[in-house]
Each structure stands twice: as C-alpha cells, then as structure tokens.
C-alpha cells in the first residue's frame, strides 16, 4: 500500500492492482493506538477505517499525524497534579456520601487514564499470548459476530491453563486457553466472550477496582503503576446486578450473531457442576463471576425455539483457536505462577 500526499490531505494506492481510495484530509484522523513503534489511526467520518504503520512514519507523513493525548483534553491543559487533586476531593466526597459512588465515579474516570492502566496490566502476562496464522484468524473470526461493533481494544488468548477470562481496565478481554480447552464448543466461548464484552460496555472493572482499592486506584494506575493491580482484578467479584447486565448482553450478541445460547448454559451447567463438587478455590472464571440457577436458567430461556443457529467457528476454525497456544513456538510457557 503506497500512501501519497495530495492538497491538504492524502490518498491511499495500491500500484500492482491500480486501485485508488479517496481522498482524505490528515486533519480527519483519530488516533487508535501508539506503541513500541507501532501506530495505528482511524478516519474520523468513516467507521472502521484503518491506517498503520510497522515502524515509525517517514517524517514528511509524521508531521501531519495527529499525537495522541497523555492524560485526556482538559487534563492536558490543567495539569496532571492541579487535575488529579480536583478529581480526588470530588470523588472523595461521592464515595463517602453513598455507598453505590464507585458506580457513579467510573463512567467520569478519563478514558486514557483507564487504557493506560489496562495497557500496564497487559504487561504482566509475560509474553504469554498466543498467536498462530491459523489461531489468530478464528478468534478474529469470533471476535467479529459477538463484537461487531469493537467495542472491546483488544482480544487475546493467554497461554494460560486456568478455566477463566478476564476485562481488563481499557476494554481489553483476555481468553485464558484453560477455558478455550474445557469449551465444548465454540457457541460456549461465545457466550463468555459476550458476557466479558457487557463488563467492558459497562465499565463493570473500573467500578470494581475502586470499590476494592478506593480512589488511589485511579491515581496510582494513571501513572502508569497499574500492573500491581491485576490479581485485584484476577479476583474481581462483580455484583448481581453487574453479573445479570453482562448475561443481557452477551445474549444480546449472540441472538445478533445467530449463535444458540445453550451452549453457554450447557458450559454453566458442567463446569459450574464441576467447580461445586470439587470444593476448590482456584482461580476460574465462576469464582470471579458466580454460577447461580438463574444465570443458566436465562441463558437456556434465550434459546429461541425452530431457530437454525449457525455454529460460531467452523470445525477447522475451532481446531485451530484450541491448538493456537500449544503450537506458538514462541509463546511463554506456565510454570505454576502466572502473576
């Protein structure tokens, strides 16, 4: 892909095949990510247009890209201590006057605060994320039914042999491949992918670490100290409202998707089943989010009946999501403790 400078703006080409995009002025561009001298941007006016770059850009094109904020807007021009004092005393007062504040604190935490705490947390996964050809375009494949929309960062499976997935703050969800491997199906990742994508619309996991750790959450990860706060997370237990909202929309997206919800309440049913008669304690996705009747009640009542579902991978899909971390000759291996 050949990017040309024209007028105020740019044009996209492609020179072996002689397509063309239209023109698009630099000042239409929206910063998606900057890192380890990678960047991507969007189109302001286009939904789902993408422009990267694998290294840094040549310095005529650099000039004219937008840069992406430290903190956000009016923090930038306040000042990161002036802000964060304000935004303390604030909130000190909400979440001593009642008792549901870190519901209402949550949605006001500046977004690039949050991304830049979930972005430390990613860190401490140690190089464990898996990554094949083959892998990578299966779960883009199930990313694109259950989250249309992108509202989630990212997605990604994590070489990591616990029965549980986890939001991390920012909109990033983590598959761990203990749980892709119990999956009988790729329907039953589905409907936990749907659920994880409800706590990120919700920002479930924002409200859950200051209602654990209080305000110094907030302070402690916009600094960029946030990869101590991942276990906090690991052990998060959402509320039942919280619990239900995430169930509403992960059937939400299935019932979109045309994925079958009984799936998900069959996975309820055996590992829940499982987790009980065990007694055990570990580290699973139904200790961070507890089974209960009802949650596998509602997801078999989503079933609609006379319905033809369609499978959420394909055979070789899903034989491929499942052998994606055991074939990742450069993935980082489990030795017993993760964090």
């Not at 698009?24 to 890192?35: C, N, Q, R, Y």
């Not at 990578?136 to 960062?153: G, I, K, S, Y």
């Not at 991942?230 to 045309?258: F, K, P």
Request: charged share 20%; with cysteine; glycine share 14%.
């Amino acid at each position: 892909m050949l990017l040309r400078q024209a007028a105020d703006g740019f044009v996209l080409e492609e020179p072996e095949s002689g397509w063309a995009g239209a023109p698009a002025a630099w000042s239409d561009l929206t910063v998606i990510g900057v890192e380890s001298g990678r960047s991507a941007y969007g189109h302001s006016a286009i939904p789902g247009w993408r422009m990267g770059f694998a290294g840094e850009a040549p310095d005529g094109i650099a000039a004219h890209l937008p840069k992406g904020a430290r903190y956000g807007g009016w923090i930038d021009r306040l000042g990161f201590w002036p802000a964060a004092a304000l935004f303390t005393i604030a909130a000190v007062l909400v979440v001593w006057g009642a008792a549901e504040a870190p519901g209402i604190v949550a949605p006001f935490i500046p977004r690039s605060w949050e991304n830049r705490m979930g972005d430390a947390m990613v860190g401490d996964f140690g190089g464990r994320f898996c990554h094949t050809p083959a892998g990578d375009a299966a779960l883009r494949t199930l990313v694109a039914q259950v989250d249309p929309q992108h509202e989630a960062r990212e997605i990604a499976l994590a070489n990591i042999p616990m029965v549980n997935a986890v939001t991390l703050p920012g909109g990033r969800v983590i598959l761990f491949d203990g749980l892709i491997q119990q999956a009988g199906s790729p329907d039953e990742v589905a409907g936990v992918l749907g659920h994880e994508l409800g706590h990120v619309r919700h920002r479930d996991t924002m409200t859950g670490l200051i209602r654990q750790l209080g305000l110094s959450v907030v302070l402690g990860g916009a600094g960029g100290n946030a990869g101590g706060y991942l276990n906090g997370v690991l052990a998060m237990s959402y509320g039942r409202e919280a619990e239900t909202a995430a169930d509403e929309v992960a059937i939400q997206q299935m019932r979109s998707a045309n994925i079958s919800p009984a799936g998900t309440a069959a996975f309820f049913e055996r590992i829940g089943g499982k987790e009980a008669g065990t007694g055990a304690r570990a580290m699973t996705w139904f200790s961070s989010h507890p089974l209960s009747a009802d949650r596998r009640r509602r997801f078999a009542a989503a079933v609609q009946p006379g319905t033809r579902y369609r499978s959420a991978l394909d055979p070789a899909q899903w034989q491929a999501l499942r052998s994606s971390c055991a074939k990742d000759p450069k993935v980082a291996k489990f030795w017993g403790k993760p964090f």
